[in-house]
């Protein structure tokens, strides 16, 4: 049965950083995909990162780039999102996925986390 579990969320200041962990189980990161998503107030779901399973690569969305990390425990079958100089537009629900195929999409995820909660404030 895959499940997916995330955790880390919080209230944090700007500037501020959290790091956000996705535990899988029943399937390998080795042969599937994890997708990072978030959902923020009045806006659609938007896709953040995903890692490349070819090379290892991380592939982030330009909203995040430069500020947010993705990275993997083979090991422990976890994802992280590491997530630096947060600002307030940051504020969303956080989720990971999995798929068959890397993408900033929904649609080649079929599984999914139930959230976590990051509240970005002074």
């Known amino acids: 049965q895959v499940q997916l579990v995330e955790s880390g969320g919080g209230l944090v200041q700007p500037g501020g950083s959290l790091t956000l962990s996705c535990a899988a189980s029943g399937f390998s990161l080795d042969y599937?995909?994890?997708?990072?998503?978030?959902?923020?107030p009045g806006k659609e779901r938007e896709g953040l990162s995903?890692?490349?399973?070819?090379d290892g690569s991380a592939r982030l969305a330009d909203s995040v780039k430069g500020r947010f990390t993705v990275s993997r425990d083979n090991a422990r079958n976890t994802e992280y999102l590491r997530m630096n100089n947060l600002k307030p537009e940051d504020t969303a629900v956080y989720y990971c996925a999995e798929g068959s195929i890397g993408s900033f999409s929904q649609g080649p995820y079929d599984y999914w986390g139930q959230g976590?909660?990051?509240?970005?404030?002074?």
């Open 32 to 40: 599937y995909y994890i997708g990072w998503f978030r959902l923020a």
């Open 50 to 54: 995903f890692i490349v399973r070819g």
């Open 116 to 122: 976590t909660r990051v509240t970005v404030s002074s």
